[in-house]
């Protein structure tokens, strides 16, 4: 009974479609459909809007159930909230809606689409920012100087981004020391890192409410987990009290690392494919960075 309702609902759809003659123009046509429409996934991963697709991906599929099951409570539900769920949609991606007509209004909407590519291939960031972010990090910690670094992977961090000043920098150990410094307009807050650049500083985040987490530990190292667990932000807290450097990621917190577990942290989060030999290059970086920090 049932194969013989998924194969009804099968033919039903199959045969309302007949393909007409295809000509050159329409095999074009489709090339540059599927072009877009591939860019414009790329586009949506690094927004909001995937996890949303992703959602009705999944909501449609349980839809096809319950049409092959003749779930007629289920289907009519689901047409009923078919019209308010598209408003909320709309109300829930307002600010990539509004970035994308921002971008299609600059006339560079494709431009940034087929560089995205390319810079994924590359990595989220380069190892300048690596080299330069682990530079900051202890030095600060040698100087007992708090600082709480948050490094976008893909949940975008825009919405604290905004309770922040924008800074819009290019990553220097330089400009991060000197926004961390004391008794300085920006040392208060987050630091919020996408790509290669500073995005802002002084950005309000949520705290954790973890209370596995040690009562030692003050207001910086909770905000860091607290954005640890609501993204998949890699975040580096160092602490005032102790200079020690520590990692917030995925709710955990991995305190007190060297030189080289936090290059290995950041290299996972840049998620870029290396050859043989940069490894080894980078081998021979890490012993130098480490002797440089316990200098």
Excluded at 36 to 49: G, H
Excluded at 163 to 175: A, E, F, P, R
Excluded at 246 to 262: C, K, M, P, T, Y
């Amino acid at each position: 009974m049932l194969f013989q309702r998924t194969f009804e609902f099968i033919r039903s759809y199959l045969t309302a479609f007949r393909l007409p003659r295809v000509g050159i123009l329409d095999i074009l046509e489709m090339i540059i459909l599927a072009f877009l429409l591939y860019q414009a996934m790329k586009w949506m991963k690094n927004t909001r809007a995937w996890a949303v697709v992703k959602g009705l991906a999944v909501i449609l599929v349980f839809m096809a159930i319950a049409e092959i099951l003749d779930m007629t409570t289920i289907i009519w539900i689901g047409k009923s909230l078919f019209t308010l769920g598209a408003v909320a949609i709309i109300v829930a991606l307002q600010p990539e809606i509004r970035r994308l007509i921002e971008d299609l209004g600059k006339n560079n909407f494709l431009t940034t689409l087929v560089l995205l590519g390319d810079k994924q291939n590359e990595g989220r960031f380069s190892d300048k920012t690596i080299n330069e972010i682990i530079s900051a990090s202890f030095e600060m910690g040698r100087a007992r100087t708090g600082a709480l670094i948050v490094i976008q992977a893909d949940s975008p961090l825009e919405e604290y981004e905004r309770t922040g000043i924008t800074v819009d920098g290019i990553v220097s150990s330089q400009l991060l020391v000197n926004i961390f410094e004391h008794n300085t307009p920006l040392h208060d807050g987050a630091v919020i890192i996408r790509g290669d650049r500073i995005q802002s500083a002084t950005c309000y985040l949520p705290l954790s409410d973890n209370r596995s987490l040690s009562k030692e530990l003050g207001t910086r190292h909770r905000a860091g987990v607290g954005i640890s667990e609501v993204t998949d932000a890699l975040v580096i807290i160092v602490s005032e009290e102790t200079g020690k450097v520590s990692v917030a990621q995925n709710g955990e917190l991995f305190r007190s690392l060297d030189v080289i577990d936090l290059r290995r942290k950041l290299e996972k989060v840049q998620d870029k494919k290396e050859g043989k030999n940069k490894k080894q290059r980078k081998k021979g970086e890490d012993k130098k960075d480490e002797a440089k920090a316990d200098a």
